[in-house]
């Protein structure tokens, strides 16, 4: 008689669920969290370098993350598909945390995160090159506006400009290139991979770069660091699990209620109004976003009102 198969006692990861409305608590969950990592990391801005308040981010990071690297722990999460995706997922993740840090020594927290939310349109341009996707005139139209949006909050040119502005959207870029690696991965690897790759990629690098800019923390420092960690981990195991219950066009118009978190924190932490030109840009950057997201969601029901038709030869 045949022996029976061995089964596989390694990690699998979960089928992706049609389950729109988990999906949407999660992203407005995630935005609280990120909201308050991105606050809190301004305020230690003003004591430490960006890189080092980074590091600290990455330490908690990959302490949470600890269980995923013990062979013998169930949770054991190293073993991958898709190596180089996972590296290239990290080091954007670390860049997209350390330019946005950056920006916040020298930018109001709304002005700089109205910025970054220029990524869904990045995403929109990467879709094309990287997932082959076709993007209609609509929706580049939809990007041009978002694009006249940070153009009107920057101001370049103007007295109010200022160089770091470009931190924000290099970050925002990033951002955009990690949502689209973690659409790819999604339902191929189990968010204790994914998150436990990105904790020793980010810090690895990290641990390189401190050294030429190390300040001795204060207890203080510390203790506000372990709360950015811990927020911005939380916050980004939070988006992993919500893109297996939504595509990222249901999400992307509820992740700009982070907008409103940041821009309370920043006028009760800091004292921080967005000025005039800052709201009417985020205005355009959003409105961009809600757009492209809803012809997104048309031509999703459109592809699968196609796949359902019986065919005439059936």
Not at 30 to 59: H, M, N, Q
Not at 258 to 281: A, K, M
Request: glycine content about 8%.
């Amino acid at each position: 008689m045949p022996l029976p198969a061995k089964k596989l006692t390694g990690q699998t990861a979960p089928a992706r669920a049609d389950r729109p409305f988990r999906g949407i608590a999660l992203i407005l969950a995630s935005t609280v969290f990120l909201g308050s990592s991105d606050v809190t990391s301004k305020y230690l801005s003003a004591t430490l370098p960006s890189i080092e308040i980074t590091w600290i981010r990455f330490v908690v990071f990959t302490l949470v993350m600890v269980p995923g690297m013990l062979p013998g722990s169930p949770l054991f999460a190293l073993r991958t598909a898709l190596p180089g995706l996972q590296l290239m997922r990290g080091a954007a993740m670390l860049g997209s945390s350390l330019f946005f840090i950056s920006g916040l020594r020298y930018l109001p927290i709304a002005e700089a995160s109205a910025t970054s939310f220029v990524s869904p349109l990045l995403v929109t341009a990467l879709s094309i090159v990287v997932l082959r996707e076709g993007v209609g005139m609509r929706r580049w139209l939809a990007t041009a506006v978002g694009l006249i949006g940070v153009l009107i909050i920057l101001r370049p040119g103007s007295s109010a400009f200022h160089v770091a502005a470009f931190f924000p959207l290099v970050s925002a870029a990033c951002w955009a290139s990690l949502l689209i690696m973690t659409r790819i991965m999604s339902g191929r690897e189990v968010v204790m991979t994914t998150m436990t790759y990105s904790a020793i990629i980010g810090l690895a690098i990290l641990c390189v770069l401190v050294p030429f800019v190390w300040v001795a923390p204060t207890w203080h420092d510390i203790f506000f660091g372990i709360i950015v960690g811990v927020a911005s981990t939380a916050g980004q195991w939070i988006v992993v699990l919500a893109f297996r219950y939504a595509d990222a066009s249901v999400l992307a118009p509820f992740s700009y209620t982070q907008l409103l978190w940041v821009s309370i924190l920043g006028f009760l932490v800091f004292g921080e109004v967005p000025d005039i030109w800052t709201v009417v840009g985020a205005v355009f950057v959003v409105a961009s976003g809600l757009y492209t997201a809803h012809r997104e969601r048309l031509r999703r029901s459109q592809l699968m009102m196609l796949e359902a038709e019986p065919s005439p030869n059936a």
